[in-house]
Nanobody, 124 residues
Framework: QVQLVESGGGLVQAGGSPRLSCTASGRAFWTNAMGWFRQAPGKERQFVAQINWSGANTYYADSVKGRFTISRDNNKITVYLQMNSLKPEDTAVYYC?????????????????WGPGTQVTVSS
């Protein structure tokens, strides 16, 4: 089991470039794939990005590809989401999540551990 806590959210102007962090505890972090999801009011939780245990393989939703970058520092037991060129439609609560395998299943149900989320609000 991995315990996760996100940070770095807040109010950002359109075009801004904040970085979210997710700090983990628990032995499984070093071997688990990590992901970022987001959920806007009234909408379902949406996959954003995934990274495998080593950081060598990443996968992105089409809506953020080329603007967001997921990375991890296993020494700091932290995963990051660098967000560039933010748009108002990126406004959501952003969640960090963990799963055992870096497979192609990006459904929220494939991820077993979740952080409480951090709000990102993009003003136009």
């Amino acid at each position: 089991q991995v315990q996760l806590v996100e940070s770095g959210g807040g109010l950002v102007q359109a075009g801004g470039s904040p970085r979210l962090s997710c700090t983990a505890s628990g032995r499984a972090f070093w071997t688990n794939a990590m992901g970022w999801f987001r959920q806007a009011p009234g909408k379902e939780r949406q996959f954003v990005a995934q990274i495998n245990w080593s950081g060598a393989n990443t996968y992105y939703a089409d809506s953020v590809k080329g603007r967001f970058t997921i990375s991890r520092d296993n020494n700091k037991i932290t995963v990051y989401l660098q967000m560039n060129s933010l748009k108002p439609e990126d406004t959501a609560v952003y969640y960090c999540a963990s799963k055992r395998l870096a497979d192609s299943n990006m459904s929220p149900t494939a991820f077993g551990s979740w952080g409480p989320g951090t709000q990102v609000t993009v003003s136009s």
